[in-house]
């Protein structure tokens, strides 16, 4: 499985953007997705989690009704969108894909990753 982020870049407190993962190389439906996020000297941390069918969602406290995690099977694509952004959301930002079981916010839990999106929120 292959995953390819994008749709980081430089945005303004207050803000949004929308990051999308391209999955390539397996069966996308059947896979539960997450998005992490890791800044400078700091533990990759999770964001947010769908699960395969897209009915189950679960997000980090930092970023509750804030962002939204959704997904696209048909054409084998998850999204991030992030408004209302802070400088604190600076990082990047990989999406991860784990078969089977149910959605987790364990990096461990993850099979495959991309390759990361930098985000970065000016104050």
């Known amino acids: 499985v292959q995953l390819q982020a994008s749709g980081g870049g430089l945005v303004q407190a207050g803000g949004s953007l929308r990051l999308s993962c391209a999955a390539s190389?397996?069966?996308?439906?059947?896979?539960?997705m997450g998005w992490f996020r890791q800044a400078p000297r700091k533990e990759r941390e999770f964001v947010a989690a769908?699960?395969?069918?897209?009915?189950?969602?679960y997000y980090a406290d930092s970023v509750k009704g804030r962002f939204t995690i959704s997904r696209d099977n048909a054409k084998n694509m998850v999204y991030l969108q992030m408004n209302n952004l802070k400088p604190e959301d600076t990082a990047v930002y990989y999406c991860?894909?784990?078969?089977?079981?149910?959605?987790?916010?364990?990096?461990?839990?993850?099979?495959?990753w991309g390759q990361g999106t930098q985000v970065t929120v000016s104050s």
């Open positions: 769908i699960s395969w069918s897209g009915s189950s969602t």
């Open positions: 991860a894909s784990r078969t089977g079981g149910r959605p987790s916010r364990d990096t461990g839990a993850y099979d495959y």
């Open positions: 190389g397996g069966t996308f439906s059947m896979y539960n």
